[in-house]
C-alpha cells in the first residue's frame, strides 16, 4: 500500500496524476472517503493525467456516470445517491473497458471487481488529507 500525504485540492489533483500514469485500458479505480474528502479532485488528477480538460472534471452525483476523452476514456460514476440494487442495474461491470473506469462510492457496488485499484482518502483536517492507494 501506497501513502500520500496532501495539503491541498492541487496536491490531491497531483495525487490523481501520478496514479494516472500507471493505469491501462480496463483498469478499474475504487475512490472511498467521507463527503468533502477530494474523491473529484482525485479523479480531477486521474483525467488530466489521462489527457483529459481536468477543468471538464465535477462530481457526476446527478448524472451518475461521465465521460472525459484523453489518451483513453475515463469513465467517472458517482454511486452515492444510489441503492446497491440501482447499482446493480448500471452495467458498470462492462463501462470502461475500452478505457478507465472511477467510481466513487463504491461500497454501494457490490459486484465489484476484486482486481482494481482501492483509493481512500482519510480527511486529516482543514486541507490535509491522508490517500492511501492499494492495488
Not at 2 to 20: D, F
Not at 34 to 50: D, H, I, M, Q, S
Not at 60 to 86: C, K, N, V
Not at 101 to 113: H, M, S
Amino acid at each position: 500500500m501506497r501513502t500520500i500525504h496532501t495539503t491541498s485540492e492541487e496536491e490531491t489533483c497531483e495525487a490523481g496524476k501520478i496514479i494516472a500514469a500507471e493505469l491501462r485500458v480496463g483498469d478499474v479505480v475504487l475512490i472511498d472517503g467521507p463527503l468533502g474528502a477530494g474523491k473529484t479532485a482525485f479523479v480531477r488528477g486521474l483525467a488530466e493525467g489521462l489527457g483529459a480538460d481536468p477543468r471538464n472534471v465535477s462530481s457526476p452525483t446527478f448524472t451518475i456516470l461521465q465521460q472525459y476523452r484523453g489518451s483513453m476514456p475515463l469513465y467517472h460514476a458517482d454511486l452515492y445517491r444510489l441503492a446497491p440494487a440501482e447499482v446493480a442495474d448500471l452495467g458498470l461491470e462492462e463501462t470502461g473497458l475500452d478505457g478507465i473506469l472511477a467510481v466513487e462510492w463504491p461500497d454501494r457496488w457490490t459486484a465489484r471487481p476484486t482486481v482494481a485499484y482501492l483509493v481512500v482518502i482519510d480527511d486529516q483536517g482543514g486541507d490535509d488529507r491522508r490517500i492511501r492507494i492499494r492495488r
